[in-house]
């Protein structure tokens, strides 16, 4: 997320209360989370493992709940709670606005597209020419939609990550500030669910299709040309690249990417990355003629016992 004009990072430290480590008039002009930080943002890190990580990232920023060494050209944050003042700084830069009728006055609806009755529309929406938004659809504050779109009846575009903390009184939400970007020509089945990036964007890219009841979660990007069937769920800030093939009831982990022009059939589960120009079957998926060589191998596999228990 960027902000609307650059601090310094005295102005920073101000609006959270915490220390910092570096030149006052530092320039700030955002916050992400480690996989999509750039020069200028901020990144929060609360646990030693990930302090090289976010340190050595792009982020000239670190939000952090020690004091440690500043790498040069970069500043420091100290915070007793890195993940709650994250949040403080979500809530002052992006603040949840109520909605003040179905379809936002800052959305923008291009020529030629149809919205059809009880759809609902946030603030500072964007949607492009010759779409077709069916009945029931919600679209969340600052979804972003390119031309030709069709997205089917009860969708919802927007919705929070899934992202929380363990605390000793219960889960502390991560605030989400990101948003949904659907390019051109994509068409979303009915009763899919796409959630908001937590800084950045999910983004679906031109050219995919997605069937009914899928859901895609945070920061997730799917490439061009995508086929997604059925209830299948991709976990937050994965990576399809173009011309992959997900079948029914794919279940996808985190943080990997599945190569171009992959395919993955139908129940299977993917636990890693996979190489692309590929078929893959199973939980955890493999090779698809591998997979099944195993499985005709473990259809024998009693009379294998028999045969040697009777030697």
């Not at 603030?123 to 009945?135: F, L, M, S, T």
């Not at 990007?221 to 997604?228: D, F, K, S």
Request: proline share 4%; charged share 20%; with cysteine.
């Amino acid at each position: 997320m960027k902000f609307p004009k650059s601090y310094t990072l005295l102005e920073i430290s101000q609006i959270i209360d915490v220390e910092y480590v570096g030149d006052e008039n530092f320039t700030v002009s955002g916050m992400n989370e480690i996989h999509v930080v750039e020069p200028g943002d901020i990144v929060f890190v609360d646990h030693p493992k990930y302090y090289e990580k976010a340190l050595n990232s792009a982020a000239t920023v670190i939000l952090i709940n020690k004091k440690v060494d500043c790498p040069e050209g970069k500043s420091l944050l100290i915070s007793d709670d890195p993940f709650r003042h994250f949040n403080e700084l979500a809530n002052y830069f992006n603040p949840f606005l109520s909605a003040s009728s179905r379809i936002a006055p800052s959305a923008i609806i291009g020529e030629n597209t149809i919205v059809q009755p009880n759809v609902f529309i946030g603030n500072n929406v964007k949607i492009g020419a010759d779409c077709i938004i069916h009945p029931n659809v919600t679209i969340y504050d600052g979804c972003e939609i390119g031309n030709g779109v069709t997205i089917h009846a009860n969708t919802v575009l927007g919705a929070d990550a899934f992202y929380y903390k363990k605390r000793p009184e219960g889960y502390d939400k991560l605030l989400s500030s990101g948003k949904v970007i659907i390019e051109d020509n994509v068409d979303i089945g009915a009763s899919c669910t796409i959630d908001r990036g937590v800084t950045g964007a999910t983004t679906i890219k031109k050219g995919t299709k997605i069937d009914n009841q899928v859901q895609i979660a945070h920061d997730t990007v799917i490439g061009e040309n995508c086929l997604i069937a059925s209830h299948v769920g991709i976990a937050g800030c994965t990576i399809l690249e173009d011309d992959v093939t997900l079948w029914g009831q794919v279940g996808v982990i985190s943080g990997i990417t599945i190569g171009k022009g992959a395919t993955v059939y139908a129940q299977s589960g993917v636990a890693k990355s996979l190489k692309g120009g590929r078929a893959y079957f199973g939980s955890p998926c493999d090779d698809a003629r591998k997979k099944y060589r195993e499985l005709a191998g473990i259809k024998v596999l009693p009379e294998i016992i028999e045969k040697v228990n009777n030697f």
